[in-house]
């Protein structure tokens, strides 16, 4: 037993807390998605064109998928009439993705369920405790090698 980093029986070391911790996350999203017939990549395709109207391009570095999956990808999006392809106006080959009216709804609708299940999840902890969390991983998220690269 190393006494430098003595913890509770039941705490987790930083590894094991974030690993468990983004566990808990996933399987909210493909919860939730999974009960509107979305895998967690759908979901997070839906979470990024819900307020902007990216390139394929930029979806695939988002979502970090290559070219072919992100066109099936969007391909299976449309044909559910949940995004749409439209004309870039900075590439004349080039389509950007914008969500359609029925997948802002479901972005809605799925959005208020993950909420509430992720407010469900943190309820354990006090409210200084929780303002701390959202400082922490903010902290975290921004500073990782992926900072800025996927606001999913």
């Known amino acids: 037993m190393n006494m430098g980093s ?18 808990l996350v996933q399987s909210i999203l ?22 902007r109207e990216p390139s394929m391009l930029q979806l695939a570095q988002h979502l970090k998928l290559d070219k072919s999956s992100i066109t099936g990808l969007v391909d299976r999006a449309e044909r559910r009439g949940l995004v749409e392809r439209i004309a870039s106006t900075s590439d004349k080959r080039g389509f950007n993705v ?9 972005v809605q609708a799925g959005g208020a369920e993950i909420e509430r ?36």
Not at 10 to 15: A, D, R
Not at 30 to 41: A, K, N, Q, T, W
């Open 98 to 106: 914008r969500i359609t009216s029925a997948g802002l709804q479901l």
């Open 117 to 152: 299940q992720l407010h469900a999840a943190v309820e354990v902890l006090t409210e200084p405790e929780r303002s701390q969390l959202a400082v922490l991983a903010s902290k975290i998220v921004g500073a990782g090698p992926f900072a800025g690269k996927d606001s999913s």
């Open 30 to 51: 493909g919860r939730v998605g999974g009960e509107h017939d979305l895998s967690i990549i759908q979901t997070r395709l839906l979470g990024i064109v819900r307020d």
């Open 6 to 23: 003595a913890r509770h029986p039941n705490e987790l070391s930083i590894v094991d807390g974030l690993v468990q911790l983004s566990f």
